[in-house]
């Protein structure tokens, strides 16, 4: 063990962690400190007067406009994709949906609810069979599938930045059949399109929880403009807070978040992305309430502790055969996390924001 590991784990809020992660700590109490975190977050962003909350964001917004597009790429890939995919088939919804799920009733199955999400995407983005459309970090494949199954004459183009996914991708496609899918590996930062696979431009570019790994939105935004078509739409859905936006930093080891699960990313607040209309012009904003996340995450979870005896010989192929426990717990404790954030206050602080927006 590191001598900064050791530290961190006997300061009194890593023994607090050390033990949350062997498991010796009950749910509920597991929770109520989340909780107390998000209170500090909260505390912490919000500090000072109006003013100074202000200089704040404009500094946000100045930092990532001089960063590259986006930093530790292979870090949250790793963080989040290193798993085999059989880790997640187990726990997440049939779909493999691996980001908000809607909610419509209180009744609904996690299945409805990543099918309610797929319609309202179709609905917000003005989907049409026919069209050539790109799934921008595709993950495993979830909104690619339902998009080829649902828009049989139109054209598919699924990014990953994953290989591992790719062959995924394809081989559910082709049990299913589906041949109007086409996956393509790359990291979103340089790559380039085959001009013959680009052609004229996409119809519509759809990217779901994919921005908050990014930094540098006008450059970004600049080069998702280049594969649009002059009347194509770009729809992006995002986790975000209502008016606070702020990094996910590792500083001293001390943000667990951060260090196992978000390394490079970025909370966005739901007008961040309306400052960076270089290349692309908002036509329409929405806020879904964070409640849905929070039952999203939930499930995940209930379903990740039915798996656990399916799951854990994964884990030891990924971890070893010590560290999967702890990593095992770790997971539960990401969807904890999830939970708690988007569910504090009713779902009214942090949720999910959907964004239209059109080539200038």
Same mark, same amino acid.
């Given at each position: 063990?590191?001598?900064?590991?050791?530290?961190?784990?006997?300061?009194?809020?890593?023994?607090?962690?050390?033990?949350?992660?062997?498991?010796?700590?009950?749910?509920?109490?597991?929770?109520?400190?989340?909780?107390?975190?998000?209170?500090?977050?909260?505390?912490?962003?919000?500090?000072?007067?109006?003013?100074?909350?202000?200089?704040?964001?404009?500094?946000?917004?100045?930092?990532?406009?001089?960063?590259?597009?986006?930093?530790?790429?292979?870090?949250?890939?790793?963080?989040?994709?290193?798993?085999?995919?059989?880790?997640?088939?187990?726990?997440?919804?049939?779909?493999?949906?691996?980001?908000?799920?809607?909610?419509?009733?209180?009744?609904?199955?996690?299945?409805?609810?990543?099918?309610?999400?797929?319609?309202?995407?179709?609905?917000?983005?003005?989907?049409?069979?026919?069209?050539?459309?790109?799934?921008?970090?595709?993950?495993?494949?979830?909104?690619?599938?339902?998009?080829?199954?649902?828009?049989?004459?139109?054209?598919?183009? @699924?990014?990953?930045?994953?290989?591992?996914?790719?062959?995924?991708?394809?081989? %559910?496609? /082709?049990?299913?059949? =589906?041949? &109007? *899918?086409?996956?393509?590996?790359?990291?979103?930062?340089?790559?380039?399109?085959?001009?013959?696979?680009?052609?004229?431009?996409?119809?519509?570019?759809?990217?779901?929880?994919?921005?908050?790994?990014?930094?540098?939105?006008?450059?970004?935004?600049?080069?998702?403009?280049?594969?649009?078509?002059?009347?194509?739409?770009?729809?992006?859905?995002?986790?975000?807070?209502?008016?606070?936006?702020?990094?996910?930093?590792?500083?001293?080891?001390?943000?667990?978040?951060?260090?196992?699960?978000?390394?490079?990313?970025?909370?966005?607040?739901?007008?961040?992305?309306?400052?960076?209309?270089?290349?692309? @012009?908002?036509?329409?904003?929405?806020?879904?309430?964070?409640?849905?996340?929070? %039952?999203? /995450?939930?499930?995940? =979870?209930? &379903? *990740?502790?039915?798996?656990?005896?399916?799951?854990?010989?994964?884990?030891?192929?990924?971890?070893?055969?010590?560290?999967?426990?702890?990593?095992?717990?770790?997971?539960?404790?990401?969807?904890?996390?999830?939970?708690?954030?988007?569910?504090?206050?009713?779902?009214?602080?942090?949720?999910?924001?959907?964004?239209?927006?059109?080539?200038?």
């Amino acid at each position: 063990m590191s001598e900064a590991t050791l530290a961190q784990r006997t300061s009194p809020d890593g023994f607090l962690i050390d033990w949350c992660e062997r498991g010796r700590i009950p749910d509920s109490l597991v929770r109520l400190g989340m909780r107390q975190l998000i209170r500090r977050r909260l505390a912490d962003e919000s500090a000072g007067d109006d003013e100074a909350r202000a200089q704040r964001f404009t500094r946000l917004v100045d930092e990532l406009r001089a960063s590259p597009i986006a930093i530790e790429t292979h870090a949250a890939n790793a963080q989040h994709y290193e798993v085999p995919a059989e880790f997640f088939r187990a726990h997440l919804g049939p779909h493999l949906k691996y980001s908000c799920c809607l909610y419509r009733e209180g009744t609904m199955t996690l299945a409805e609810a990543e099918r309610a999400m797929f319609a309202l995407y179709a609905t917000r983005a003005r989907l049409a069979d026919g069209q050539r459309i790109l799934d921008l970090g595709c993950g495993w494949g979830s909104l690619s599938m339902w998009l080829a199954e649902r828009y049989p004459r139109a054209r598919i183009v @699924a990014l990953s930045n994953s290989r591992g996914q790719r062959e995924f991708i394809e081989a %559910r496609a /082709a049990e299913r059949g =589906l041949s &109007n *899918l086409r996956v393509v590996t790359g990291d979103v930062v340089d790559f380039e399109f085959d001009p013959a696979l680009l052609g004229e431009g996409f119809d519509r570019i759809l990217s779901v929880e994919m921005f908050e790994h990014m930094k540098n939105y006008r450059l970004l935004l600049k080069r998702v403009a280049g594969w649009m078509r002059d009347d194509a739409k770009l729809f992006v859905h995002v986790f975000a807070h209502r008016t606070l936006a702020y990094h996910f930093e590792v500083k001293d080891g001390s943000d667990w978040m951060s260090k196992y699960f978000f390394t490079g990313g970025t909370m966005p607040s739901e007008s961040l992305l309306l400052y960076f209309q270089d290349d692309l @012009a908002i036509d329409r904003h929405w806020w879904v309430n964070g409640t849905h996340y929070e %039952r999203t /995450a939930n499930d995940w =979870l209930v &379903n *990740l502790d039915a798996a656990r005896s399916r799951l854990l010989p994964l884990l030891i192929q990924t971890y070893g055969p010590a560290d999967a426990p702890r990593w095992f717990q770790r997971w539960r404790m990401f969807y904890m996390a999830v939970a708690e954030l988007f569910g504090f206050r009713s779902g009214e602080e942090w949720g999910v924001a959907h964004y239209l927006f059109t080539r200038r």
